[in-house]
Nanobody
Framework: QVLLVESGGGLVQAGGSLRVSCAASGGTFSSYAMGWFRQAPGKEREFVAGINWNGGITLYTNSVKGRFTISRDNAKNTVDLQMNSLKPEDTAVYYC?????????????????WGKGTLVTVSS
């Protein structure tokens, strides 16, 4: 099992930027896809962005395309999510996720390990 620890959440005004990071330990990080999911109050956890094992393929949910960028550093066992032009509807707890396979994970059913999450709040 891989331990995932998120950091970088916080409060930001609409239109601002925030970067959340995830550090992985305890497993073979570079062999698996990684992703970011989020869960807003009263809503189900949803896919935000995913990246395959070597960073060559990325995938985003439509609502964040052009605003968010996912990246990974296999030498440091980290995966980041750069969030620009934030909107109040981006407010949620953001979870780092390790996929069960090397290909991009875009569903909760494809996740092997979860972090505990970091809260991102976007004020209007």
């Amino acid at each position: 099992q891989v331990l995932l620890v998120e950091s970088g959440g916080g409060l930001v005004q609409a239109g601002g930027s925030l970067r959340v990071s995830c550090a992985a330990s305890g497993g073979t990080f570079s062999s698996y896809a990684m992703g970011w999911f989020r869960q807003a109050p009263g809503k189900e956890r949803e896919f935000v962005a995913g990246i395959n094992w070597n960073g060559g393929i990325t995938l985003y949910t439509n609502s964040v395309k052009g605003r968010f960028t996912i990246s990974r550093d296999n030498a440091k066992n980290t995966v980041d999510l750069q969030m620009n032009s934030l909107k109040p509807e981006d407010t949620a707890v953001y979870y780092c996720a390790r996929g069960k396979r090397a290909v991009v994970v875009a569903s909760v059913y494809g996740v092997a390990d979860w972090g505990k999450g970091t809260l991102v709040t976007v004020s209007s």
